[in-house]
């Protein structure tokens, strides 16, 4: 039997975080170990959780070995800086509570971009790399992985492997410079070229680099040389029970995640507005669950659209939950942000989506990653912003499904977007990294 291999993950989300962040590397953890190889976790001890979800904790192995220290982040000053009490929860991006001044919150977007770089994690950069360093004299591994947004993980794995030389293998959650809200950090000259000055030299010191979606893996190549490649988020089956999906007293179109400015689909509220002025069945028994967080801005375009009574908003809720909800819904919404990196946007959502098997619309500005899924998949509809006869006639075509008790789901098998299986990818890639 082959020795089991040890490989350090740094990440800065682990539960009791909430949040997709965290799911992708608990459930690469939670199967590591099936093929050959024994994750030891790296993380803050007092990290600032934008939720608490401690459902994720049932997938950490009871034995693993998770090292934590502490970390110091400056978000104490921000939530004084914009009014926020010191125990509210921090918006995601740059996406607001609504109890932020405008003024401070802009001036802090600014702080952001053009002090903390990369990221506001940076002050836990240097004393991870001296302790890592000492502790990895001790206590060898056979390989690093850190894990990004936020990018300092990768600054501590990369000054760590100057010191030791060990293979590094880098993770991109979501893109450095093509992140959707990388051009509202309102950046000097001097901080745009820092921020990707420090992207490529990660990209290029990396001994092997790990994204989400095929696009993603095209821009990176065009960067450097080292081999990139493309790992998504998936599903894992023990969070899916085998219930049958059974219609409800409305029908529920729901959506699951935080909700930024640039996620806001006009053309929803648009066609939601003239479904319920032209058919009072709809109005009656038509639900939008919007779960998570959502910007005040978009609240507002509800409002002015006049359709608070279709829509039914929940904060977060927990992992075991949100699985329970996604397949009892009658149809599930994907939003993709109107940014120029959407066609690279391929968000975990999706893939639990599909382990739901219930019908998906997918909304987007411009055909993508995730349209490629959805269509491999039959998985749902893939609706342009501007095509919105469409997206009302596809809402009314499952509107009628339901109240004929008809089961719109047409999708096919999608094992290979498994936790499971991905996880045999991330294996087969340290395992040549290593050789």
Not at 212 to 235: A, C, L, R, Y
Not at 388 to 416: C, H, P, T, V
């Amino acid at each position: 039997m082959a020795q089991t291999k040890k490989v350090l993950i740094i990440t800065y989300y682990w539960p009791p975080s909430g949040g997709s962040g965290v799911q992708r590397w608990v459930k690469f953890a939670k199967y590591l170990r099936e093929f050959g190889w024994e994750p030891i976790i790296y993380t803050p001890s007092n990290p600032e959780r934008p939720a608490i979800d401690h459902s994720l904790s049932k997938d950490v192995p009871k034995d693993l070995t998770v090292i934590k220290q502490p970390i110091w982040e400056p978000y104490i000053f921000y939530k004084k800086l914009v009014g926020l009490k010191k125990d509210e929860k921090l918006g995601s991006g740059l996406m607001k509570t609504g109890k932020e001044s405008s003024f401070f919150h802009s001036l802090s977007v600014w702080i952001r971009g053009n002090f903390f770089i990369p990221d506001a994690r940076k002050f836990w950069i240097r004393p991870s790399v001296k302790f890592l360093t000492d502790h990895l004299r001790d206590n060898p591994v056979d390989a690093i992985i850190s894990t990004g947004p936020p990018h300092s993980m990768h600054m501590i794995a990369m000054n760590v492997t100057k010191q030791i030389s060990i293979p590094w293998l880098a993770d991109f959650r979501d893109p450095w410079t093509n992140i959707d809200f990388f051009e509202e950090l309102r950046l000097s000259k001097y901080a745009r070229k820092k921020h990707h000055k420090l992207e490529s030299k990660v990209l290029k010191t990396a001994d092997d680099l790990v994204v989400i979606s095929p696009t993603m893996k095209k821009e990176f190549q065009e960067i450097t040389n080292t081999p990139v490649s493309v790992v998504p988020n998936g599903f894992d089956k023990d969070d899916f029970s085998e219930e049958s999906y059974h219609p409800d007293s409305v029908f529920s179109l729901s959506h699951v995640g935080m909700m930024t400015p640039t996620r806001n689909p006009q053309v929803l509220w648009e066609t939601l507005s003239e479904l319920s002025k032209e058919n009072h069945h709809f109005r009656n028994n038509f639900k939008l669950r919007l779960i998570g967080k959502i910007d005040g801005t978009i609240k507002e375009d509800i409002d002015r659209f006049n359709i608070q009574h279709l829509v039914q908003f929940e904060s977060y809720v927990p992992h075991n939950e949100i699985i329970r909800i996604q397949q009892q819904s009658d149809a599930l919404l994907l939003i993709i942000n109107n940014t120029p990196n959407a066609p690279l946007i391929l968000t975990g959502k999706l893939f639990e989506y599909l382990a739901a098997k219930r019908p998906i619309i997918c909304l987007s500005p411009v055909d993508g990653d995730a349209k490629e899924v959805i269509d491999e998949t039959k998985a749902g509809r893939f609706i342009l912003y501007s095509e919105r006869d469409r997206l009302k006639s596809e809402i009314m075509r499952l509107f009628q499904n339901w109240q004929e008790g008809i089961n719109s789901y047409e999708g096919i098998d999608a094992e290979k977007y498994s936790r499971r299986s991905l996880t045999k990818k991330i294996a087969t890639q340290l395992n040549e990294l290593v050789s």
